[in-house]
């Protein structure tokens, strides 16, 4: 195979001198010779220079993928806080036309930031606490002028609101035009419905479905007139004797993201 590829070479060579070329014999054998190998180097050179297009494309579209996730985040971001900043001032709205209603409140703004895990207990954190003026005892409501709790535990800058429906609740209330007096109290049974029940009637008291329920003010713990929820049902205790209600809160509490502290009120006697 040498002696034949020698050959070639050779009567290669003769024939371009032959013909009077321009290029030299050895030039030309060593032409022959490297025109494969040159062909294979370019061949690679071509699929190297194409896989690093690959990657060097791949690389810039991970990075504007990336850049573009980062602008979405943002816009969303964005658009977040414009939500919840209009949605405070509409509440911060209805807060002044309760305050016009009720000029002797002292109030209070905060936002929740935690509620409680417990199955035992309904209630949350709140980020204001006694660094605000906020005392134990204080009645917790919504925009509205609707009950959401009462502050149960106080630290500086933090305070925990036991919710209406939370088992170591009750207010004194008034039920239906009729003005029935009795007591809401929470129950671990209620409780975990969402609701509270209306019981401690006074004896020959009517109450129907669709009664209002509205704070009494006995006590002194709560300005009377404060909504506290609605009747969902009236029902009899097991020995068929006692009357009592099911309370429907005047608010959804799972929806809660601020609310309003009275820390103080004129007490009608």
Not at 199 to 225: C, H, K, R
Request: aromatic share 8%; with cysteine.
């Amino acid at each position: 195979m040498a002696i034949i590829v020698l050959a070639v070479v050779l009567v290669t060579g003769l024939g371009y001198a032959a013909r009077g070329g321009r290029v030299g014999f050895l030039q030309n054998v060593t032409g022959i010779v490297e025109a494969p190998v040159k062909k294979v180097l370019s061949s690679a050179v071509n699929w190297f220079n194409t896989i690093y297009g690959y990657l060097f494309e791949y690389d810039s579209l991970l990075a504007e993928n990336e850049s573009l996730r980062s602008q979405l985040a943002d816009a969303q971001t964005s658009a977040r806080n414009g939500i919840e900043a209009s949605e405070e001032n509409q509440r911060l709205r209805k807060l002044l036309d309760l305050r016009e209603d009720h000029t002797d409140y002292v109030l209070e703004s905060s936002k929740i930031v935690l509620w409680s895990s417990s199955n035992w207990s309904s209630s949350f954190t709140i980020s204001k606490g006694s660094s605000s003026g906020i005392e134990l005892g204080d009645p917790v409501i919504t925009e509205y002028g609707v009950v959401v709790g009462q502050i149960t535990e106080l630290g500086t800058t933090w305070a925990t609101v036991s919710t209406i429906i939370d088992v170591d609740m009750s207010v004194g209330a008034f039920v239906g035009e009729t003005g029935a007096s009795g007591m809401v109290v929470g129950e671990y049974s209620f409780m975990k419905k969402n609701q509270a029940k209306l019981t401690y009637m006074a004896e020959g008291a009517q109450i129907f479905v669709g009664d209002e329920i509205l704070t009494s003010g006995s006590g002194g713990a709560f300005p009377a007139g404060l909504v506290i929820g609605t009747l969902s049902a009236v029902k009899t205790e097991s020995g068929g004797q006692l009357e009592y209600g099911v309370v429907e809160p005047g608010c959804d509490l799972n929806q809660l993201v601020q609310v309003f502290i009275i820390k103080d009120f004129t007490v009608v006697e």
